[in-house]
């Protein structure tokens, strides 16, 4: 984790005589509360300068295409520091050409060695795009009233692809998870020449990998 800054609490306090708000006001609240005690823990620092000039550095070595799902954040999963990772992320991990263009985006300004396409079990993109839902699953959501959220799940759906498979296994949360994660690589290997170009000059690996929310653990998927 961050050096010197152990000590910021992950929860805003909340003030006992605060007058009642919105709950955007007080999520807002919250937000800004965090940053403050971020740039006062770098303020605090032993060597401010040099606490500051860490979150001002980019040098990714690894790129991760991941789900947007709050619990599957690539710099805690992977306990790496700011600067160091170049996440993409999106609900199910769906690659597009904004999301293709963003990994090819950072594999010409850095040169990563390495892309890893992160899915996860529970997900519930994956769910909802399932014939059969997996266990505990919660009701696939009405996209109705929102073309957006109608295209993404098309979008997931036509990515995860044929679906027997998993409603078969008796593991759907990772049989959906790890197909996902495996049609996924094949797709930016099939659509995106600089990806497909790197590979072949031996220049880039790309891995795929399942973060499991039941452990905490990542389990990186054979070639
Ligand atoms: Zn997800």
Redesign the pocket.
Known sequence: MNPNLDHISPVAEASPDAAPESASAVALGRLAAGNARLAAAIEAAEDPRAALSAFARADPYAVILG?S?SR?PPEIVFDETVGQLFVVRV??GVAGPNEIGSIEYALARWGCPVLVVLG?TQ????AAALDKLPPGAEPPFDARGSMHLGSLLSGIRSGLGPTAAISASSDPWRAAAEQNVRRTVELLLNWSEPIRRRVTEGRLAVVGAVYEVESAQVRFLDG
């Open positions: 789900c799902d599957v609900a199910s996860h997900c519930g993109g994956i």
